[in-house]
């Protein structure tokens, strides 16, 4: 088993800047392939990035070159670096963990339980 927990949400104004974490406890998550998923109100969730075990990243083509995540095995910790924030990106943010590494959110085995990021225009 491995929990999740969230953080580093909050309020911006767009052009602004936030960094999200995702820090796990239980199991070591450093075999397993990490990812950012979004939900905005009356959305389905969305892929936002992924890195695998190995370290390589995949981003939506919505935040590529904007947004950076990132992982620290020894602080068992994930990160979402997000700069230059726009409107649209204002949504529920969840971190997830799964064997398979895909931009899929069913597939993934584990959630935390989210971090609202706002931004304003």
């Known amino acids: 088993q491995v929990q999740l927990v969230e953080s580093g949400g909050g309020l911006v104004q767009a052009g602004g800047s936030l960094r999200l974490s995702c820090a796990a406890s239980?199991?070591?998550?450093?075999?397993?392939?990490m990812a950012w998923f979004r939900q905005a109100p009356g959305k389905e969730r969305a892929f936002v990035a992924k890195?695998?075990?190995?370290?390589?990243?995949t981003y939506a083509d919505s935040v590529k070159g904007r947004f950076t995540i990132s992982r620290d095995n020894d602080k068992n910790t994930m990160y979402l670096q997000m700069n230059s924030l726009k409107p649209e990106d204002t949504a529920v943010y969840y971190c997830?963990?799964?064997?398979?590494?895909?931009?899929?959110?069913?597939?993934?085995?584990?959630w935390g339980q989210g971090t609202q990021v706002t931004v304003s225009s």
């Open positions: 997830a963990a799964g064997r398979v590494s895909t931009a899929v959110a069913a597939t993934y085995e584990y």
């Open positions: 239980g199991r070591s998550f450093s075999g397993y392939n």
């Open positions: 890195l695998n075990w190995s370290g390589s990243t």
